[in-house]
Each structure stands twice: as C-alpha cells, then as structure tokens.
C-alpha cells in the first residue's frame, strides 16, 4: 500500500526535503504530494512542514506556529525535528542511541539553521567566507524553472534519505567502536604500553577521552590497507595539539630517509605536521611508536 507524504509547494528547504526523506525510509512505497490546498492534504497519510498544527495523533508535523515545538534545552525544532522525535528510533531499527546520536549529528543542525539559529561564524576579516551547508546545498537547488520543482524536490529527497542512512550507519560503527577501544586500552595497560592497536574503521578518537585508563594513551596504532599508521592522540577532545607529538627528526621525511633516520628497513612517511607516520610492517610500526614513546626532543 502506498503511503502519502504531503508537504507544501513553492521553494523547498532541508527541513521538509529531510522530513519526507526520513519517512520515505520507514516506508519505501510512498508518494509526495507538494499543495498548499488543505483538500490536498486531507488525502495525505503524513503531512509535514505545512498546515500551522502539531500534532501526532494526526500525523501532522509543523512548526509555524507561535510557541512552537522545541527542544529540552530550548533549540526550536523544525518539521525534521517532529518526524525524528516520534519516527528516529524505528527508522534506526529500534536502536534508541543511535537515532540520539543521529539527532545530535545531523537533525539538530538542521532544526537549527531552518530556524534561524546560527551555529557557525563568519571568519574575521572576511564575512563574505561562510560554510556551506547541506541546508545552504538543498536551498540552492530550488529550480528557476518553478514548473520542474516537484520533480526536482522528489531527487532532493533521495538525496537525503542517502544522507540519513550514511548517518545512521556511521553512528552504528561509532557505537560499535567503543567496545574494541575499551579492549586496546586494557591491553595496553596489561603489556605497560602508552599505544592501542585498533582496526582501520575503528572510531577511536572520541571514546578514547570517556575511557578508564585513556588518559596514558599516546598514539593509536592501525592497519591501512597493507601497509601500519600510527596517529597521535589529541592533548584534549577536539584540539590540534598532541599529547605527545613525534620525534621532531623525523618530521617531514619519507622512504629511504626516514627509514635511515628512524631506524627501521621499510619507513613510508612521517608527517610534516608530526602527528602521524607509517611503515610497512607491523612489526616497524611498534618500533617507531617505542622510539617515539621515549624521545625526549621536542
């Protein structure tokens, strides 16, 4: 049975683009009906972004109202918001943490730029810089030609729901990760090593800061393809500093240079940057992380 998505006509915005997508993925058989005739709408077995009234029961989701709906910490929601509030959990297979994570990565952004709630900074000295958004994209797809917008608006949606699922998926290895990184710390701690060896798609990084004994982790060590990177660890979540930057020798050297200055037989490259470097051996990459780990230059 195919299930009917209305929203309104005109200029589109991520908001509804997003609502009809995260809908489309709980029911793929499903039509868009873009009116602003409430005839229309009544023959709609969602309606979303249009129609002044929130209201679940009905399965109706707008918020241009006044005192409209929002968050518990007081960020307006938008037509996404209402969907992801009662749908997000489903759409996610049940997973109640990753429609949460999901809703903190994307659905909230924008909630908050379809309301006018600035989350970015121009660049000093130079406004004319901005981010782009995927609210920002969507808006700039609005054909010139008004006559071809449902077509367009209905590829947006596609677009979208790639988007929402790309999410979710990242969200599921975000979640998954931790448990592998729990057990890297634990090793690490057992063999009295300030390293963790994960796999290549591990999400190490943020989960590192929430974990017991994470706090004595220096670098994370992972395969590549065929060939072991290390990777520093940030000073703290989301900074550029490290707690331990590489050996000052061997910024910017690669090959045969590195490989005679860091003393191993395959040395790839360290970055200029000195905070991640690479071998093509297991075996090479856990001698430049115990060299790295005792160099006293800074």
């Given at each position: ?32 009906r873009r009116s602003r005739d409430e005839l229309v709408w009544q023959t709609c077995d969602y309606l979303v972004d249009v129609g002044g009234v ?126 592998e990184v729990i057990k890297a710390v634990k090793k690490a701690k057992a063999e009295k090593v300030a390293y963790i060896e994960i796999s290549e ?66 040395g790839i490259f360290c970055h200029h940057g000195r905070f991640i470097c690479a071998a093509e051996s297991h075996e090479s990459i856990i001698i ?11």
């Amino acid at each position: 049975m195919t299930t009917i998505i209305g929203t309104h006509s005109g200029s589109f915005h991520a908001d509804d683009v997003f609502a009809v997508a995260a809908l489309s993925i709980l029911f793929p058989d499903y039509e868009i009906r873009r009116s602003r005739d409430e005839l229309v709408w009544q023959t709609c077995d969602y309606l979303v972004d249009v129609g002044g009234v929130y209201d679940h029961e009905y399965k109706t989701y707008d918020h241009h109202f006044r005192n409209g709906p929002v968050y518990p910490d007081g960020l307006p929601m938008s037509s996404i918001g209402l969907v992801w509030k009662h749908y997000g959990e489903a759409i996610c297979g049940g997973n109640k943490s990753i429609a949460n994570r999901v809703c903190r990565q994307l659905i909230r952004c924008l909630d908050a730029n379809d309301n006018g709630v600035a989350v970015s900074q121009p660049i000093h000295g130079a406004p004319e810089v901005c981010e782009v958004s995927i609210s920002g994209v969507i808006a700039m797809m609005n054909p010139a030609d008004r006559t071809t917008a449902d077509e367009v608006f209905a590829e947006e949606v596609k677009r979208a729901r790639t988007v929402i699922l790309s999410t979710i998926a990242k969200s599921q290895q975000w979640y998954n990760s931790r448990s592998e990184v729990i057990k890297a710390v634990k090793k690490a701690k057992a063999e009295k090593v300030a390293y963790i060896e994960i796999s290549e798609d591990c999400k190490w990084m943020s989960h590192l800061f929430s974990i017991e004994g994470g706090s004595k982790i220096l670098y994370a060590i992972y395969p590549h393809g065929e060939q072991w990177y290390m990777r520093t660890v940030p000073s703290e979540r989301g900074s550029f500093e490290n707690r331990k930057d590489l050996p000052k020798e061997w910024r910017g050297l690669s090959d045969d240079e590195f490989s005679a200055v860091a003393g191993v037989p395959d040395g790839i490259f360290c970055h200029h940057g000195r905070f991640i470097c690479a071998a093509e051996s297991h075996e090479s990459i856990i001698i430049l992380a115990n060299k790295a780990i005792h160099n006293h230059n800074k």
